[in-house]
């Protein structure tokens, strides 16, 4: 018997038994398609003595210890090569089996074949071991930035604030190459070929030999390795960096919003695409193994980076909680959320995947707590801002605007952001995606009816109403009675205008418009009632007659007229640098307006001015026609602070 240097392998010589007993029915299949593709020898053929099986046994040392003294890789080889060398290895495997199983080699000559036998399947499956790194690392499809659409260029990046469907985003993926066979595990899931699919096959048989000669843990190793660089190697193609929870919550915004937006639009492939694809290509190789085999292989390959990037969202939700960054918190909780089911599918384990599960859900609630409290804060800060000085022209105020237009953005993630400002133990329960809005009930504004309104609609009229106070506190800062109403109509007139043109109508519901146009009218006309009377008192004709008669005093004519120039001059000096930015509401007040000065006008010189025809210097009294009062009036409200150029007259 020849004496070849091999090393008992004790595990192997106990083992192997037990594990045909633990093969499912799939791993059945697997070593009955094994063994279809061996030689045409069978090991029934040796059963007739030792003699043979060793005879045998160092042909196989032959074929197997040839390729020790090769440094190229057997794969390299061709196929042929490589079938030969499994089925090689295979009948070692073989063989153990019958000389453990069969008593007629319990002698010492039986147990030094077995020894050798275990030798050489260890030295074989170490190097099936490196063949089958070799095949992972060689034929890794790449990953190219173009090719996912991801750009180094943070102002190239869409700024998104509502999460749009997914179909929007793989649109962007161009050239990704999905499976035709494996397209997809369900409507968010999409399959990548991250692995040559040529090569697969050969990956399960190298997989399925050593797993059949419980060699499991050395393959799932060197799995788990390649496969946690090729992960690292995704993540630096879409420019995921490592950051700490200290360098995140350090971070000025605009460069932490510009990272939020990357990390938003890599979870979505991440998890939609690559992980998916990750669990697909443990499944191709591992799929028939008993138990969680493929599944635990999954996981920890994946975990790591999974939690890499959920430690981002745990430090975001531990940041300062600035009301700029809550339309950013909803969308980045809104996408989270989305992807949990999925992400709750590919680590359903218990013990393996339940820390990436646990960590998700922790995230959520941790965002989920920030958006509320960033929410609240958000009405603290508009009850408790400030102003020293009015705005002078009475334009609507920056808070105003600033106020409707971030609303209009939380409006965009109504539905979700419902569910975060549920209370108490409804909050929990609805924590993630609810399927319908939590309602509450409340009066409408005519108090004649009750109406089901969203949680949100509620909480976004709270923030309108804070403002309406603030903004009444504000008007107070003006001395003139005329433009604190001018002031809250400008204001109130964009409130609505906003809430009518945009995703707040359904929240607000025609009630609040209506009565909130009663409002800023009811300050127009309370603006008009402030301004013009006085003027419009010099054109009655009342205390114009000498005391008893029916003749016009000229005297009083004078200085009715007098008055009125000097007063039509000084609203227009101050009137013209008052602002209405909205030429609608612009041009109505000036219609109105014209409405009573202008007939009035006309009517008192009408009736009058002919009493001054022989009134040295007429034209010092009567300054304006009709016509001229008409074009004045049109420059009033744009901001622009005018004088008067009066008309030269003959």
Known sequence: MADTAVIPHERNRQAIPSVRQNLSVGMFKVVSDIDEGLSTMTITDLNSGAADIEERLKCLEEKILRWESESSMIWESGPS???????????????????????????????KLLDRAHGLIQMALSRLEEEFGFILVQNKQPLEPERMSFRSNDEEVVDEFSCSSFEEDISEVSGVRFSRDYPSKGP??????????????????IADLMFLSNYDKECSMAYINIRKDAI????????????????VTRMDWASLDSKIRRWIRVMKVFVRVYLSSEKYLSDQIFGGFPGSFSQSC???????????????????????????????????????????PIIESLFPDEETGSSVRTECHEVLRQLGACVRGTFQEFKIR???????????????????????????????????????????????RLLVMPKAFPTITEEDEEGDSSCKAPL?????????????????????????????HFFMMNNIYYM???????????????DWIRAHQRTFRQHAMDYERASWPLILSYLKDEGVCNPGTNSPSKTILKERFRCFNLAF??????????????????????????????????????????????????????????????????????????????????
Not at 496 to 510: E, I, M, R, Y
């Open 81 to 111: 090569e490589a079938s030969d060398y499994m089925q090689y290895v295979d009948e070692v495997r073989r063989l153990i089996e019958i000389l453990e199983s069969s008593p007629s080699f319990q002698d010492s000559d039986g147990i």
């Open 188 to 205: 968010d899931e999409y399959i990548i070929n991250l692995i040559d699919p040529v090569l697969i096959p050969d990956l399960k048989r």
């Open 232 to 247: 690292e190697e995704c993540l630096s193609v879409l420019e995921v960096e490592k950051l700490s929870i200290e360098e």
């Open 298 to 340: 999954f996981i920890e390959t994946t975990k790591g980076a999974m939690l890499q990037l959920l430690n981002f969202g745990q430090a975001i939700s531990i940041g300062p909680q600035s009301t700029e960054r809550l339309p950013r918190m909803i969308h980045l909780f809104e996408v989270l959320a989305d992807l949990l």
């Open 382 to 428: 508009i009850k408790m801002n400030e102003s020293t000085t009015a705005i002078t022209t009475g334009r609507n105020h920056p808070l105003t605007r600033y106020v409707m237009n971030y609303i209009t953005l939380l409006a965009d993630s109504s539905e979700i952001l419902d569910s975060l400002l549920v209370n108490g133990d409804e909050r929990d």
């Open 456 to 484: 949100v609609a509620h909480h976004l009229r709270e923030v309108t109403s804070i403002l309406e106070a603030n903004l009444e506190d504000k008007a107070l800062l003006y001395s003139d009675t005329s433009l604190q």
């Open 496 to 510: 609505v205008q906003k809430v009518k043109d945009s995703v707040l109508q359904p929240l607000f519901g025609d």
């Open 569 to 650: 001059e000084e609203i227009y000096r101050v009137q013209t640098a008052w602002l209405i930015p909205d030429p609608q509401l612009r041009e109505d007040l000036r219609i109105s307006i014209s409405l009573r000065l202008l007939q009035a006008y006309r009517t008192f010189t009408g009736r009058y001015s002919s009493h001054l025809n022989s009134t040295r210097h007429r034209e010092k009294y009567i300054r304006f026609c009709g016509e001229d009062l008409e074009k004045y009036l049109l420059d009033l409200f744009e901001g622009v602070p005018k004088s008067l150029h009066y008309p030269r007259r003959r």
